[in-house]
C-alpha cells in the first residue's frame, strides 16, 4: 500500500481543515487506516484510526470530539476532518495504514509522507 497525503496548510485558532490520503493498492480496504501526528521536539502521537467498520474508529482523547476520520474504499481515499484547530495541533500529519502497537496504536506497517498543519494563534 502506498499512501499520499494532503490538504495541510496555515490556518487560525478555531478554524476547520480537511487533510487526504490517497491510497494505492487492491487490499486498501482490508487494512485499518489512520492519522498520526509529530510536533517539533516531540514525539509521533496517534490522532484517530477506522477499520473498514465504522464502530472500530478510535481518537486520541485530546482530538475527540474535534476531528473526524472517514474512509471511502471505493476511492482508496482517507479523511481526516480537524475542527476547532488550536495551536498545539500544529505538526507534521501522517497518514498510514496497517496499524499495530495497542491501544492507542503506535505504529503502522505503511506510511505516507507528512502533511503540514500550522494553527496560529
Known amino acids: 500500500v502506498q499512501l499520499q497525503a494532503s490538504g495541510g496548510g496555515l490556518v487560525q485558532a478555531g478554524d476547520s481543515l480537511r487533510l487526504s490520503c490517497a491510497a494505492s493498492g487492491r487490499t486498501f480496504s482490508t487494512y485499518n487506516v489512520g492519522w498520526f501526528r509529530q510536533a517539533p521536539g516531540e514525539e509521533r502521537e496517534f490522532v484517530a484510526s477506522?477499520?473498514?467498520?465504522?464502530?472500530?474508529?478510535y481518537y486520541s482523547d485530546s482530538m475527540k470530539g474535534r476531528f473526524t476520520v472517514s474512509r471511502d474504499n471505493a476511492k482508496n481515499m482517507v479523511y481526516l476532518q480537524m475542527n476547532s484547530l488550536k495551536p498545539e495541533d500544529t505538526a507534521l500529519y501522517y497518514c498510514a495504514a496497517g496499524l499495530f502497537g495497542g491501544s492507542p496504536p503506535t505504529d503502522a506497517h505503511y506510511w505516507g509522507q507528512g502533511t503540514q498543519v500550522t494553527v496560529s494563534s
Open positions: 477506522t477499520g473498514w467498520r465504522v464502530e472500530t474508529t
